[in-house]
């Protein structure tokens, strides 16, 4: 029912700054809350953030908050992650999901989201 395709990844500098976007096809997209998930090598996914399908409640992991930013723009079907102040740690395939869910529905639990991405590649190294 939705397709959803991430982009802007790539090789930054610790202290660096990258934009990812996540854009989606198919129906029922605009009621759909958008997820953040990344994983490392050998590591488990872990939750970076999430949007409700009107911006009502953005959520932010510890280790995201204060320095990533997520944003939507529903007329262009795409969210955004604004990545600042990257850290080695940072490192990571970082993934987009959606579910259809409320507007204070902001879920760190990746079995609960419906549709996924392929994921894009973000690398911090010196």
């Known amino acids: 029912q939705v397709q959803l395709v991430e982009s802007g990844g790539g090789l930054v500098h610790p202290g660096g700054s990258l934009r990812l976007s996540c854009t989606a096809s198919?129906?029922?997209?605009?009621?759909?809350?958008v997820a953040w998930f990344r994983q490392a090598p050998g590591k488990e996914r872990e939750f970076v953030g999430a949007?409700?399908?009107?911006?009502?409640?953005?959520r932010y992991s510890d280790s995201a908050k204060g320095r990533f930013t997520i944003s939507r723009d529903n007329e262009k079907n795409t969210v955004s992650l604004q990545m600042d102040s990257l850290k080695v740690e940072d490192t990571a395939v970082y993934f987009c999901a959606s579910r259809p869910a409320g507007v204070y529905d902001t879920s760190s639990d990746k079995r609960l989201y419906t549709y996924w991405g392929q994921g894009t590649q973000v690398t911090v190294s010196s």
């Open positions: 198919g129906r029922s997209f605009i009621r759909n809350t």
């Open positions: 949007i409700t399908w009107n911006a009502a409640n953005i």
